[in-house]
């Protein structure tokens, strides 16, 4: 397929969703794209490995968690850190699509979290980083939101995150299927964490079920 052939209907995904992306913005994402088919060959990024099906899978799935984040961040800056990026899923699709939110990719595996590096720098995007570190092994810094996609249950996710929480921040993680089991697992394992809204993504091309669950710790009672 042409690159002109993929443009096209990303630019229709992003236009339904309402993002108002710049040309600039989508020539960006056509660059990741690029980047991200030529260099899963070495960094094994991805088990995706045709770039139709990961400019539907990856960047238009990841494209649909932007509204929901721009109606939290309300205009205001914000840090976010991607757990368990991978390739940069969906923390370099944010980081094009809004450059007011900083954004930091982690993940265990060196040559993704070097990826990324290398994505920052290629792209000129000054507000993407890339962490090579076990999450929980990170030294703790402060966060407004942090996300996941394909990452763990959201009981580990919430627990080998929690240290890099700001006060007032939040969690957001992209689920498949309503995640039933693991809200169960999640309200045993730390009752104390709320998740104060569960929405359906709806992402333009892909025929699947999709959700966004943010949580956040109970506020503390004021003395
Ligand atoms: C299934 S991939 C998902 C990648 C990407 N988020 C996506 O949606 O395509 C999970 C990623 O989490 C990383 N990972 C697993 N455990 C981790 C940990 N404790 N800390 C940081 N990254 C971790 C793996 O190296 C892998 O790249």
Not at 1 to 18: D, F, G, I, N, Y
Not at 46 to 70: C, F, G, K, N, W
Not at 113 to 142: D, T
Not at 157 to 178: D, I, S, Y
Request: net charge negative; with cysteine.
């Amino acid at each position: 397929m042409t690159e002109q052939a993929l443009r096209a209907p990303l630019a229709a995904a992003a236009e339904t969703l309402s993002l108002g992306l710049t040309d600039l913005q989508l020539d960006r994402l056509m660059d990741y794209l690029g980047l991200l088919s030529k260099w899963n060959k070495v960094y094994n990024l991805t088990a995706v490995r045709e770039p139709s099906a990961m400019l539907t899978q990856h960047l238009v799935d990841s494209l649909s968690l932007i509204p929901p984040l721009r109606r939290h961040a309300a205009g205001q800056q914000l840090r976010l850190m991607d757990v368990g990026s991978g390739g940069g899923l969906p923390g370099v699709v944010i980081a094009i699509c809004d450059p007011s939110i900083d954004v930091t990719c982690v993940d265990a595996v060196g040559k993704k979290a070097f990826f990324i590096a290398q994505v920052a720098a290629e792209l000129g995007l000054p507000n993407l980083h890339g962490e090579h570190s076990r999450v929980e092994k990170l030294k703790a810094a402060p966060f407004d939101v942090i996300t996941s996609r394909a990452f763990a249950s959201l009981a580990d996710f919430t627990e080998w995150t929690r240290m890099h929480l700001k006060p007032g921040a939040v969690w957001a993680a992209m689920k498949g299927q309503h995640p039933t089991e693991e809200l169960n697992e999640l309200a045993q394992r730390a009752p104390e964490l709320t998740v104060f809204h569960v929405e359906q993504l709806q992402v333009p091309g892909l025929d699947a079920q999709r959700c966004l669950l943010w949580i956040r710790p109970e506020a503390t009672p004021s003395t």
